[in-house]
């Protein structure tokens, strides 16, 4: 029976590199299937995780319901990039040195068949928060809630795949650290200091326009976010896997006031500078199953 890469459900390990690929010009159909099928005997879906991109997947002449690249969004004076690629790997370790080391391998296995196109390295910040110090991804479903949100159920075509959607949000320091603490909470909708949800936080809160029960149908993603940095700049790896890409749209439209006009809050200490979509295959006896891509 078809399994999620078991990478997806585990916690946040403290260190994470995610590598963005593209299909290097030249390469035909052939030579890219033979690499991916290398790379499929590296990637064991628990310290690495794979995604693959629609842009790919049509060269490849392959259909696999549901994915697409990430679309462009733009409302109220507010634009969401979309920076979409072929291929996307998720290193998973707890220790720097060692994903550091698992990542300079993956990018030689796929060197004859895609070029690196964009590189993040994240970490855990303390128990799990973003940067600007708060507790991110509190809402998060947990158990069998987070299998439901995150993987396709059992007897769907996909069954124990997933849907991916990854964003880099840059945080701006100054206008952060320039609001009184009450600002703060209110942009995020609850207090830095015991992490409790205000009842009297305005409608543009982050939490008020992303409550994931408040969408029909409900719009609950499988948060697995890290911090970054580089140099002075830092912000939010923002990752939400889901069991298709409509809770993440619900969220994303609604924080760019799609609906009404409001624009999310965070949007006036942050904004996001990549958009990428990603399907990534289930395991099977052990391996990725890429059979939707008759390999």
Same mark, same amino acid.
């Given at each position: 029976?078809?399994s999620?890469?078991?990478?997806?459900? $585990?916690?946040?390990?403290?260190?994470?590199?995610?590598l963005?690929?593209?299909?290097?010009?030249?390469?035909? %159909?052939?030579?890219?299937?033979?690499? +991916?099928?290398r790379?499929?005997?590296?990637?064991?879906?628990? %310290?690495?995780?794979?995604g +693959?991109g629609? !842009?790919?997947?049509?060269?490849?002449?392959?259909?696999?319901?549901g994915?697409? !690249?990430?679309?462009?969004?733009?409302?109220?004076?507010?634009?969401?990039?979309?920076?979409?690629?072929?291929?996307?790997?998720?290193?998973?370790?707890?220790?720097?040195?060692? @994903?550091?080391?698992?990542?300079?391998?993956?990018?030689?296995?796929?060197?004859?068949?895609?070029?690196?196109?964009?590189?993040?390295?994240g970490?855990?910040? #303390?128990?799990?928060?973003?940067?600007?110090?708060?507790?991110?991804?509190?809402?998060?479903?947990m158990?069998?809630?987070?299998?439901? @949100?995150?993987?396709?159920?059992?007897?769907?075509?996909?069954?124990?795949?997933?849907?991916?959607?990854?964003?880099?949000?840059?945080?701006?320091?100054? $206008?952060?650290?320039?609001?009184?603490?009450?600002?703060?909470d /209110?942009?995020?909708?609850?207090?830095?200091?015991?992490?409790?949800?205000?009842?009297?936080?305005?409608? %543009? @809160? /982050?939490?008020?326009?992303?409550?994931?029960?408040?969408?029909?149908?409900? @719009?609950?993603?499988?948060? #697995?976010?890290?911090?970054?940095?580089?140099?002075t700049?830092?912000?939010?790896?923002?990752? $939400?896997?889901?069991? %298709?890409?409509?809770?993440?749209? $619900?969220?994303?439209?609604?924080?760019?006031?799609?609906?009404?006009?409001?624009?999310?809050?965070?949007?006036?200490?942050?904004?996001?500078?990549t958009g990428?979509?990603?399907?990534?295959?289930?395991?099977?006896?052990?391996?990725?199953?890429?059979? !939707?891509?008759?390999?």
């Amino acid at each position: 029976m078809a399994s999620p890469q078991s990478g997806i459900l $585990a916690p946040v390990p403290g260190h994470g590199i995610y590598l963005s690929f593209d299909r290097l010009l030249g390469a035909d %159909s052939d030579a890219v299937r033979k690499v +991916l099928a290398r790379v499929a005997e590296t990637v064991d879906g628990e %310290s690495v995780v794979l995604g +693959l991109g629609a !842009p790919l997947l049509q060269s490849l002449q392959v259909e696999v319901a549901g994915i697409k !690249p990430f679309p462009t969004m733009m409302a109220a004076g507010v634009n969401v990039p979309a920076t979409q690629h072929d291929l996307w790997l998720w290193v998973r370790e707890d220790d720097e040195g060692e @994903a550091f080391h698992r990542a300079a391998a993956l990018i030689q296995v796929l060197e004859d068949g895609f070029e690196l196109a964009f590189r993040v390295d994240g970490f855990k910040y #303390r128990e799990g928060r973003d940067l600007t110090g708060y507790v991110d991804g509190t809402e998060n479903p947990m158990g069998d809630e987070a299998l439901e @949100a995150a993987i396709v159920g059992s007897g769907e075509p996909l069954a124990g795949s997933s849907f991916v959607a990854v964003q880099l949000w840059q945080h701006d320091f100054g $206008a952060f650290h320039g609001m009184e603490q009450t600002q703060k909470d /209110h942009v995020i909708g609850r207090r830095l200091s015991d992490n409790v949800e205000l009842e009297d936080a305005p409608e %543009s @809160a /982050h939490v008020k326009r992303t409550a994931q029960e408040d969408f029909d149908p409900q @719009a609950f993603v499988l948060r #697995r976010s890290t911090s970054w940095r580089e140099g002075t700049s830092g912000g939010l790896h923002f990752v $939400a896997f889901g069991c %298709s890409f409509y809770a993440f749209e $619900a969220q994303m439209q609604r924080m760019i006031g799609v609906e009404d006009g409001i624009v999310d809050g965070l949007f006036q200490i942050s904004r996001p500078l990549t958009g990428e979509y990603y399907w990534c295959p289930a395991v099977l006896n052990g391996v990725l199953d890429l059979s !939707p891509l008759s390999m």
